[in-house]
């Protein structure tokens, strides 16, 4: 975890993205935050991920969202990331914030 402005900070991700190892993510996100109210996440390009890691992702939104922080991604969902996501239909009807989180996109239509 480092500091990247004030009030930022920067976690990185270097293993699986899993049930495995998602107590450890969880851990480390939930610090994060306490230690910030503005957390963005750099995962592994071709990290295994499964919905554990999808479910902990838009909880911690929430809860980021809810304390007036914001959590996101350094880059746009991976293609394994990405794979989950349509396959949980999380893509399907996404609303523009959404897209922006996990694509960097306004609008997918």
Do not use: C, Y
Request: charged share 25%; no cysteine; hydrophobic share 45%.
């Amino acid at each position: 975890m480092r500091e990247t402005m004030p009030g930022e900070l920067r976690l990185s991700f270097q293993s699986d993205l899993n049930i495995r190892n998602i107590d450890q993510i969880s851990k480390e996100m939930t610090t994060a935050l306490d230690a910030s109210s503005r957390l963005t996440l750099e995962l592994k390009e071709d990290a295994v991920v499964d919905l554990s890691f999808v479910q902990l992702l838009i909880a911690a939104r929430r809860q980021a969202n809810r304390a007036g922080g914001a959590l996101s991604l350094a880059r746009p969902a991976g293609a394994n990331l990405l794979g989950v996501l349509s396959r949980g239909g999380f893509l399907k009807e996404a609303s523009a914030e959404d897209l922006e989180f996990w694509l960097h996109q306004e609008n997918s239509q």
